[in-house]
């Protein structure tokens, strides 16, 4: 599995950026990016800038990364994520999330198709 990690450009080379994130300092390809500038977010997999982000979503990312991270390591993980846990889903958003169908409400549940009570 190839995880995407932010990191901050600190300098500029031809072709190249130095950076810094949480693994940290690395030199990365911006070949798919373009020019960047110091201070930019970059996405990066592999020592490759796939995507520039801005500030908010790199912070996103790492706070997830640092939720995995820790479940990794045998905690709870009730840190924050960039996105809905399972454990913080209702059973609606749950069977839709898994692509299962709705519970029929139980009093629907005894009555034939085409059926008024």
Known sequence: MCLGIPMQVTEVE???ARCAGRLGPCRVRTALVGDVAVGDWLLVFLDSAQERIP???????????DLIEA????GAGDGE????LPSA???EQLR?????RAVMHE???NHLPG???
């Open 14 to 16: 031809p072709g190249h």
């Open 89 to 91: 889903m209702s059973s």
């Open 81 to 84: 994520a960039a996105f809905a």
């Open 115 to 117: 059926e008024i009570s």
């Open 55 to 65: 500030v908010e979503r790199a912070r996103e990312i790492d706070a997830t990364l």
């Open 107 to 109: 009093s629907m549940q």
């Open 96 to 100: 839709a999330l898994s692509g299962a």
């Open 71 to 74: 479940v990794m390591q045998g």
